[in-house]
């Protein structure tokens, strides 16, 4: 079983940056990739970006593109997000999540079987 934690959410003005944090626990041994995943009120989760451990390949959402970076540290079993230039859309509980299977480019929510609670964060407008 895989436990992940996330923290980091926060109140940042617009323009600002943020670093989110998911520290994986668990047996990982079964972890293709990694991602995180945002629900704003009344929306759908969507997929922000993933990183796949075989390859180190990372997929974005457009929406983040060039402006959020995903990054794994192995020897700390933490996953992070680096968002910069935020906006008042990207407002919103953000999570991580483990996959125990290949992962497709897209950003799938139900290739992804292992789910922290979240962490808020609020960018407002």
């Known amino acids: 079983q895989v436990q992940l934690a996330e923290s980091g959410g926060d109140s940042v003005q617009a323009g600002g940056s943020l670093r989110l944090s998911c520290a994986a626990s668990?047996?990982?041994?079964?972890?293709?990739?990694m991602a995180w995943f945002r629900q704003a009120p009344g929306k759908e989760r969507e997929g922000v970006a993933q990183?796949?451990?075989?390859?180190?390949?990372?997929d974005y959402a457009d929406s983040v593109k060039g402006r959020f970076t995903i990054s794994h540290d192995n020897a700390k079993n933490t996953l992070y997000l680096q968002m910069n230039t935020l906006k008042p859309e990207d407002t919103a509980m953000y999570y991580c999540?483990?996959?125990?299977?290949?992962?497709?480019?897209?950003?799938?929510?139900?290739?992804?079987?292992?789910w922290g609670r979240g962490t808020q964060v609020t960018v407002p407008s």
């Open positions: 990183v796949h451990f075989g390859s180190g390949r990372t």
């Open positions: 668990g047996d990982m041994r079964n972890t293709y990739c």
């Open positions: 999540a483990a996959a125990n299977l290949q992962c497709t480019k897209y950003l799938y929510r139900h290739e992804y079987a292992h």
